[in-house]
């Protein structure tokens, strides 16, 4: 359980670190080459390359997830019996417990 929650807390983190470190290096001109971009150039790549960025993360995240084993998951069985015994379980429902709804006029 703990490294489901560790991946999560790490490509959480990412999703906000890379996309601010982008955008702080775009415009402290920490990238080569972006001091020749007009500003209104660089804000454009810099949004750009930062949801660029935040979908590799997701991408990577969601890859991860697909390479862990499928056989470790195992339900609890107390959750089972539970959710069985409460489909069993039949409940008589009254459509119409009020009395007498009609309109009067």
Same mark, same amino acid.
């Given at each position: 359980? $703990?490294? =489901?929650? %560790?991946?999560?807390?790490?490509?959480?983190?990412?999703?906000? *670190?890379?996309?601010?470190? !982008?955008?702080?290096?775009?415009?402290?001109?920490?990238?080569?080459?972006?001091?020749?971009?007009?500003?209104?150039? $660089?804000? =454009?790549? %810099?949004?750009?390359?930062?949801?660029?960025?935040?979908?590799? *993360?997701?991408?990577?995240? !969601?890859?991860?997830?697909?390479?862990?084993?499928?056989?470790?998951?195992?339900?609890?069985?107390?959750?089972?019996?539970?959710?069985?015994? %409460?489909?069993?379980?039949?409940?008589?429902?009254?459509?119409?417990?009020?009395?007498?709804?009609?309109?009067?006029?």
């Amino acid at each position: 359980m $703990m490294g =489901v929650v %560790s991946k999560f807390f790490i490509a959480s983190m990412l999703m906000w *670190v890379a996309p601010v470190a !982008i955008l702080y290096g775009f415009n402290h001109n920490l990238f080569p080459g972006c001091t020749e971009l007009s500003p209104e150039s $660089m804000t =454009v790549w %810099s949004g750009i390359l930062a949801v660029i960025s935040v979908n590799v *993360v997701i991408v990577f995240y !969601i890859y991860s997830a697909m390479k862990e084993p499928s056989d470790k998951h195992v339900p609890d069985p107390k959750f089972l019996a539970d959710a069985k015994a %409460s489909i069993k379980q039949s409940v008589p429902t009254e459509l119409d417990s009020s009395p007498d709804r009609s309109k009067q006029e």
